[in-house]
C-alpha cells in the first residue's frame, strides 16, 4: 500500500500570498490531521477531518481552512501568508477515526520571504 | 490543557547501550498513545502505538509502555545502533484523532 503523500515538498512563497497544500491519505483511510511543525513551536494541531467534514480545529487564525474531498484527499489553504508561516506542514492519515494508529507524510516545507 | 513533557530532551550514547526515553502527561483521560522518530527534515515515523487498555506494547527492539493514571509512558530500547539516532516524538490521542505532541527527545547513537 502506498503511503501518505503530500505535495507539494517544497514551496516558496512572499508575504501577502496565499498557498494550497495537498495530502492524499493511504488507500481506505477516512480521516485527515494537518499539523505545523516550527523550531519554537514543536508540532501543533490544526484540523481534522472526517468524510468531508472537520471533526475538529487547533488555535489557528482564520486564515488557515482546509477540506476534505469525498475521495478523502484533503487540501489546506493559507493566506495572507506571514512570515512566521513558514513551516513544515505534515499531514497524517488514519482508518476509521477512532484514535487509532496515524500515518504521516514526509512534510511540504514552505519559506515565506 | 492537555500538556505533554518529554524527559531528556538530548541524548547522547555509544552504541550497544539500552535507553529509556520518557513521556509524561497532564491529563489523563486519553485514547492512546502514540511513539514516532522523526529524522532530521522528513515526516514522522510510527514505531508503536499502545492503546488505553494496554500496558505496553513492543516491536522488535522496541518496548513501550504505558501508565495511565500516573501520566506516563517510557520507550525502551534495546542495543542501540547509530542508525537509531532521530527525534523520538511521544503524543497522545483525545477525542477523535488528534494528536498532541511532546517536545521530543533527540538522541544520538555513536560508533
Known amino acids: 500500500k502506498a503511503g501518505v503523500t503530500q505535495t507539494p515538498r517544497y514551496l516558496i512563497k512572499t508575504r501577502g500570498q496565499q498557498v494550497t497544500l495537498s495530502c492524499s491519505p493511504i488507500?481506505?483511510?477516512?480521516?485527515v490531521s494537518w499539523y505545523q511543525q516550527t523550531p519554537g513551536q514543536g508540532l501543533q494541531f490544526l484540523f481534522e477531518?472526517?468524510?468531508?467534514?472537520?471533526?475538529n480545529k487547533g488555535n489557528f487564525p482564520g486564515r488557515f481552512s482546509g477540506r476534505q474531498f469525498s475521495n478523502s484527499r484533503s487540501e489546506m489553504n493559507v493566506s495572507t501568508l506571514e512570515l512566521g508561516d513558514s513551516a513544515l506542514y505534515l499531514c497524517a492519515s488514519s482508518s476509521d477515526g477512532t484514535g487509532g494508529e496515524q500515518f504521516f507524510g514526509p512534510g511540504t516545507r514552505l519559506t515565506v520571504l | 490543557k492537555q500538556e505533554v513533557t518529554q524527559i531528556p530532551a538530548a541524548l547522547s550514547v555509544p552504541e550497544g547501550e539500552n535507553l529509556v526515553l520518557n513521556c509524561s502527561f497532564t491529563?489523563?483521560?486519553?485514547?492512546?498513545l502514540q511513539w514516532f522518530r522523526q529524522d532530521p527534515g522528513k515526516g514522522l515515523t510510527s514505531l508503536l502505538l499502545?492503546?488505553?487498555?494496554?500496558r505496553e506494547q513492543t516491536s522488535g527492539r522496541l518496548n513501550a509502555s504505558l501508565d495511565k493514571s500516573s501520566g506516563r509512558s517510557t520507550l525502551y530500547i534495546a542495543a542501540s545502533q547509530p542508525g537509531d539516532s532521530a527525534t523520538y516524538l511521544c503524543?497522545?490521542?483525545?477525542?477523535?484523532?488528534?494528536?498532541?505532541f511532546g517536545t521530543g527527545t533527540r538522541l544520538q547513537v555513536f560508533p
Open positions: 503524543a497522545v490521542i483525545e477525542n477523535t484523532d488528534k494528536l498532541i
Open positions: 477531518y472526517f468524510s468531508e467534514t472537520q471533526r
Open positions: 488507500s481506505g483511510h477516512r480521516s
Open positions: 499502545i492503546q488505553s487498555s494496554q
Open positions: 491529563d489523563s483521560a486519553i485514547y492512546n
